[in-house]
């Protein structure tokens, strides 16, 4: 079974920070890996995955994440922060294999950035 | 991009009525759609993956008697909610998924605010 571990509900920064919010996975085989962004009352936005190659993937609105298969982690980064990216960030993952593997999320965390 | 609409967006019903979701995939044709349902500051629980032209295969705990789920064409996937009642409120999203290679990828709609009074 695949599962997806967000360790921290909320994340407060301030604007202008370097924001992290963590994610951890367990998958069989090779992970495909997503963050989503979730604004109140609203589905849910892509922002960026990993599938293959380089570690650092670079995604919307200034964001990025880390793949690191030794820690099984996919931490989600932006180095400055704004107001606007507070909203709810879901991590995912999926096998990536023969046939298709339904997406599994993790709890979510909140991120609050203050002006 | 991919789009995926939903309606409608947001629905109050009495308990004991039904209520019907619809999810299209607006510029792709989509063989593969996902309903999950998300309670308040929670994540996403699959409910049901819907293939066109067969019967949707229901997750571990989801009454498939109560949740009716049709994918009768390609950009179209139907939920609906049988006499409803006030625990079934909640927030439900569909994905697509497009046909294609392994790395094929969901695309999300905008999600139905369910209320049962």
């Known amino acids: 079974a695949q599962s997806v571990a967000q360790p921290e509900d909320q994340v407060n920064v301030a604007e202008g920070n370097p924001l992290t919010v963590k994610c951890t996975y367990s998958?069989?085989?090779?992970?495909?890996l997503f963050w989503y962004v979730q604004y109140p009352n609203r589905g849910l936005q892509f922002l960026l995955k990993y599938i293959t190659g380089d570690n650092l993937v670079k995604g919307s609105y200034g964001f990025e994440a880390e793949f690191n298969k030794s820690q099984t982690s996919f931490h989600l980064k932006k180095p400055s922060a704004l107001v606007s990216d507070s909203a709810l960030y879901f991590c995912?993952?999926?096998?990536?294999?023969?046939?298709?593997?339904?997406?599994?999320f993790g709890k979510g965390t909140m991120l609050l950035v203050s002006p | 991009g991919a789009v995926v609409s939903q309606h409608p967006s947001w629905v109050i019903c009495k308990s004991g009525t039904s209520v019907k979701i619809e999810c299209r995939s607006l510029?792709?044709?989509?063989?593969?759609m996902f309903w999950y349902r998300q309670f308040p500051k929670q994540s996403l629980m699959l409910m049901a993956t819907s293939n066109e032209g067969s019967k949707a295969t229901y997750e571990q705990g989801v009454e498939k008697d109560k949740f009716l789920i049709n994918h009768a064409s390609l950009t179209l996937s139907t939920l609906t909610v049988t006499s409803a009642h006030p625990e079934d409120s909640s927030f439900y999203i569909c994905?697509?998924?497009?046909?294609?290679?392994?790395?094929?990828?969901?695309?999300f709609g905008p999600g139905t605010r369910l209320t049962v009074l």
């Open positions: 998958v069989s085989g090779n992970p495909y």
């Open positions: 995912a993952v999926r096998a990536l294999g023969s046939g298709y593997s339904t997406l599994t």
């Open positions: 994905s697509a998924r497009a046909p294609g290679t392994r790395t094929d990828e969901q695309f």
């Open positions: 510029d792709f044709q989509a063989t593969t």
